[in-house]
């Protein structure tokens, strides 16, 4: 029982380059989420999903696009990197009942140069 | 609308001495409160919530939250801290979209 997984761990981008963060939980958990972990600043919701084939934004959607290929994956895709997008990234997934308490993955280290 | 406030920024303790993370919290209705705990290149791991009865919660790791509802406040507590405990802290608060919202996170330096 692996958990949430994330690929890369590590990745150092151009301006301008894209790339897709993957994720996948083994749990059955139907509701995924992508957030972004910057000092000082907690971590800030970027995009939510509830189900298979559904994505909401959250509150630092901007610059990023997501996809819920299927129940166990939920990817994010950085279509023109920027610098302020370095940060570190985590999934995190939860049952849809109480307490809806969310699973983190380890984290993917982005450096936008 | 639902948010948390971790006042600290640090925490340092000593070894062996009582360890206390606070966390306030603005909600309207009744509370579900967690904590997580950060170790460094690490993801985020549950340590303890809070959903409704004993107002005092024990989690993993020695680790305990009592619940204020007149102080609005959930602190985690650990009696004897050990150096191991070093991490980076986070309270949240489930919003009333089921989301949750985070503390901007407590750095805890335990020293020998």
């Known amino acids: 029982n692996a958990g949430v997984t994330q690929t890369p761990k590590f990745q150092v981008l151009k301006t301008g380059q894209s790339m897709t963060l993957q994720c996948a939980q083994d749990?059955?958990?139907?509701?995924m989420y992508w957030y972004r972990q910057d000092p000082g600043m907690g971590l800030r919701l970027i995009y939510y999903s509830a189900s298979e084939g559904t994505t909401d934004k959250g509150e630092v959607p901007n610059g990023y696009n997501v996809s819920r290929l299927n129940k166990r994956e939920f990817s994010l895709r950085l279509e023109s990197a920027a610098p302020s997008q370095t940060s570190v990234y985590f999934c995190?997934?939860?049952?849809?009942?109480?307490?809806?308490?969310?699973?983190f993955g380890p984290g993917t280290r982005l450096t936008v140069t | 609308a639902q948010s948390v406030a971790q006042p600290e920024d640090q925490v340092n303790v000593a070894e062996g001495n009582p360890l206390t993370v606070k966390c306030t919290y603005s909600?309207?209705?009744?509370?579900?409160l967690f904590w997580y705990v950060q170790y460094p290149n690490r993801g985020l791991q549950f340590l303890l919530k809070y959903i409704t009865g004993d107002n005092l919660v024990k989690g993993s790791y020695g680790f305990e939250a009592e619940f204020n509802k007149s102080q609005t406040s959930f602190h985690l507590k650990k009696p004897s801290a050990l150096v191991s405990d070093s991490a980076l802290y986070f309270c949240?608060?489930?919003?009333?979209?089921?989301?949750?919202?985070f503390g901007a996170g407590t750095t805890v330096t335990v020293r020998a």
């Open positions: 749990m059955n958990h139907n509701s």
């Open positions: 909600v309207s209705g009744n509370p579900y």
């Open positions: 995190a997934s939860s049952a849809d009942r109480l307490p809806y308490e969310q699973y």
């Open positions: 949240a608060i489930r919003r009333g979209d089921y989301k949750l919202s």
